[in-house]
């Protein structure tokens, strides 16, 4: 049996608080435990803060949420929650990541310009070449605007498709770049400068000849190098809470 899908918008507020304030808590929690102290040097936010965010995109959520369409409150209000505190990180991260680039993309992802190549995408916005390739390297995995993004609990034919929450997905995504940006800057501390030096060059596309000559290693060596920076990233990684 199907459960009854609630129309939040017609409970008493406290009713609506006590029943679902702890969706905010165990996302937040879920979310950025692991990141807590890398979002904290980078934006000087607590967790009670997020809380804080987390509660205004809840109640964002409530205000648009439409109970005919036959999906759970707590699936349409996710979203909502995660792009109310992502705004609020980006805004008060240190290091601003271009939002020119996400707007780039956007206007990308509504012309269906994604699968073009970067010349094509160019000619057809009029934007300069660099500037759109590096808009398709901030897009790794690209979506339809028709891909479903939920379906009806009660078994109908209601769908909600990416397009329908596309300013919510836009957000999640640069949100989650700023993260691990954040992220991969704490790692880099991490690194002794032989390190920095061989990743520096090897994320700039250097041959492993060319940065075994600049740190005075073999081939061999520098290939030993990256692939214990690569295990060494991937589980610093999954400390923070990326890649769950």
């Known amino acids: 049996m199907m459960k009854a899908i609630e129309d939040v918008r017609a409970m008493p507020d406290e009713e609506f608080m006590s029943k679902y304030e702890d969706l905010v808590h165990h996302f937040i929690w879920k979310r950025y435990k692991g990141m807590l102290e890398i979002v904290k040097a980078n934006t000087g936010l607590e967790m009670e803060d997020l809380v804080q965010y987390g509660m205004i995109g809840l109640i964002k959520a409530r205000r648009d949420f439409n109970h005919e369409l036959g999906y759970q409150f707590s699936t349409y209000a996710i979203p909502k929650i995660h792009g109310e505190v992502g705004k609020f990180i980006m805004n008060s991260h240190k290091i601003k ?29 009029d934007v300069a070449l660099p500037e759109v390739k590096e808009a398709l390297r901030y897009q790794p995995n690209t979506k339809s605007l028709q891909d479903v993004m939920y379906t009806s609990a009660s078994g109908g034919s209601e769908e909600i498709l990416l397009e329908d929450m596309l300013e919510d997905t836009q957000v999640i995504e640069e949100t989650e770049q700023v993260e691990n940006h954040m992220v991969l800057q704490s790692f880099y501390q991490t690194l002794q400068q032989p390190e920095l030096i061989v990743w520096d060059m090897h ?30 990233a991937a589980e610093f990684g999954k400390e923070q809470g990326l890649g769950k």
């Open 203 to 232: 994320s700039k596309h250097k041959t492993q000849q060319e940065i075994g000559s600049r740190v005075g290693r073999c081939q061999v060596q520098v290939s030993r190098i990256l692939k214990r920076i690569q295990q060494r």
């Open 97 to 125: 990541v271009p939002r020119t680039l996400y707007q780039l993309r956007g206007k990308m992802m509504s012309q269906g310009l994604m699968e073009e190549d970067a010349e094509t995408v160019c000619k057809q916005l």
